[in-house]
């Protein structure tokens, strides 16, 4: 029976009045006593609330915001460890890619009769981890090129540059500071690529990047992560197959390969490469990477 909720908001972005409605009907549905509401206050604010969540008993905790704002609420419950504390996602970020591949939009009067149904969906989470630390996704991890993208997206958002612009910006603009690491990638053991690393994307989703099908057929629920593998590849390379990325068919490269598993060990030989989780930056150097199957239960809705 899920009789307490949490209402984690990302104070970071103006909330359209739509969602004021939803909030009332939350509350209206478990009381206000029952109800608690959270707008973050701060970077990383959102993991805070979430794991404080276990100790006030909370059952399902709404997250209004964008894939970085679920990427610190997922982290948050799993840090606590209980696996009880369900989860709904309400988009409200820029890019949305987790839930724009996934179909999960929201609109007025959707959530109340989903929670009345208790229509929940079990959903796999990729882990991260380097020798001192670890790091929760729900979307994509990648090594390389998206992380030294996701930095310089960080530093323009802080000058003021903001939208779906930033992002192609952004993009084009690490063609030009990015360096390739030389890298060695191992799957299970067996050694799967040496050389010059523009980027390796492990996939829970399909999407990210504001709209880039990087694994098309990737699926949070099959206990598995899909691996896109863009070796030694070129600005040109990309400009010549941003439609297929924004179709969702996978490049035909000598460079570029897809497989799938349930980890993967990435070591870093020569250079640096930056790792960014759900767009959030996580660190650089070697890393490990694996699937957890039925980490979390999201609503659908």
Known sequence: MIAKALIIINNRKKLP??????????????????????????????????????????????????????????????????TNIKLCLIPNGTGNDFCRAENIKYTPNCIIPALKR???ANCDVGLATQSDKKRYFLNILDIGFGGCATLLLDRQRKL?????????????RTFFYFKKPIVTITTEGIERYAGKLMMLAACNGSTFANGLII???AKPNDEKLGFALLGDVTLWDYLRNIGNLKKGVRIKHKNITYFEGSSI????????????????????????????????SILKY
């Open 118 to 120: 208790s229509e929940f």
């Open 160 to 172: 003021g540059i903001k939208g779906n612009l930033s992002y192609s910006i952004a993009i084009l």
């Open 17 to 82: 009045e739509i969602f004021n409605h939803l909030i009332k009907d939350l509350l209206n549905h478990f009381g206000e006593d029952n109800c608690t509401i959270a707008p973050t206050e701060y970077y990383k604010h959102s993991i805070e609330l979430a794991r404080m969540s276990a100790s006030k008993n909370i059952d399902i905790i709404f997250a209004i915001g964008g894939d970085g704002t679920f990427n610190e609420v997922i982290n948050g419950i799993l840090d606590t460890g209980k």
């Open 215 to 217: 694994f098309p057929g």
């Open 265 to 296: 060990s990435i070591k870093i030989n020569d250079g640096l490469a930056p790792i960014e989780t759900d767009g959030e930056v996580f660190g650089f150097g070697d890393c490990d990477v694996s699937i957890i199957p039925n980490a979390i």
